[in-house]
């Protein structure tokens, strides 16, 4: 364990109003004594759910000028963390993260819906690309509808019971923790929880 803190190159979107992305990653990692280097790749006014049309800055040409500036620094991470991304040029960058560091933990959190529906923002190709970043992680963070699409399932498919929640893990397994060779991590996380959502 190094002397400094352990530290987290945190990928992922920053939204001004609402509770999630690296406005709940920086406190809550912060706190666990762990250093977070937020590396936003789109900035929006609120959040995406239930509050109408939103303001929305890309920042596709910040992710790769700041991983060589931060190869430049000669900066370790312990955990590369990624999350939403804006367009396949975020992907192949947050993919050249994930190999500048191999030895960090590779996290990913595939952000493509949510509630049975893919987000707006997020195309097929989007989609098919996530994939390759879930091929190489030790966790991913998916969601019910993440799952489905990860699994090349109808998005507003679920499993039903304990056994169907079983085989979709051993499918998602196969697909992903296989090609690692490791038991990735599968953990679902429901997004709502986090945001301030309307009347929740």
């Not at 609120?46 to 109408?52: D, E, F, K, V, W």
């Not at 991304?85 to 819906?113: R, W």
């Not at 090349?152 to 196969?174: C, F, G, K």
Request: hydrophobic share 35%; with cysteine; glycine share 6%.
């Amino acid at each position: 364990m190094p002397d400094r803190p352990k530290r987290v190159a945190a990928i992922h979107d920053l939204s001004g109003f609402g509770r999630c992305s690296l406005s709940v990653i920086l406190p809550t990692l912060s706190v666990m004594g762990v250093q977070v280097c937020p590396v936003p790749t789109t900035v929006f006014s609120t959040h995406t759910g239930g509050l109408g049309s939103v303001e929305q800055r890309d920042l596709s040409d910040f992710t790769l000028p700041c991983l060589e500036h931060y190869r430049r620094l000669g900066l370790e991470f312990e955990c590369v963390y990624s999350g939403f991304l804006s367009s396949q040029e975020q992907i192949d960058h947050c993919l050249k993260f994930f190999s500048t560091y191999q030895d960090a933990l590779a996290v990913v959190d595939p952000v493509m819906g949510d509630n049975g529906e893919v987000y707006a923002t997020y195309t097929p190709e989007m989609c098919t690309r996530m994939r390759e970043l879930c091929e190489i992680a030790d966790i991913i963070t998916q969601n019910t509808t993440e799952a489905a699409i990860l699994l090349d399932r109808d998005p507003a498919s679920a499993p039903q019971n304990e056994t169907e929640a079983q085989e979709w893990l051993h499918a998602l397994h196969s697909r992903y923790g296989a090609q690692v060779g490791s038991a990735v991590r599968f953990i679902g996380v429901p997004k709502t929880i986090d945001n301030d959502l309307c009347l929740t």
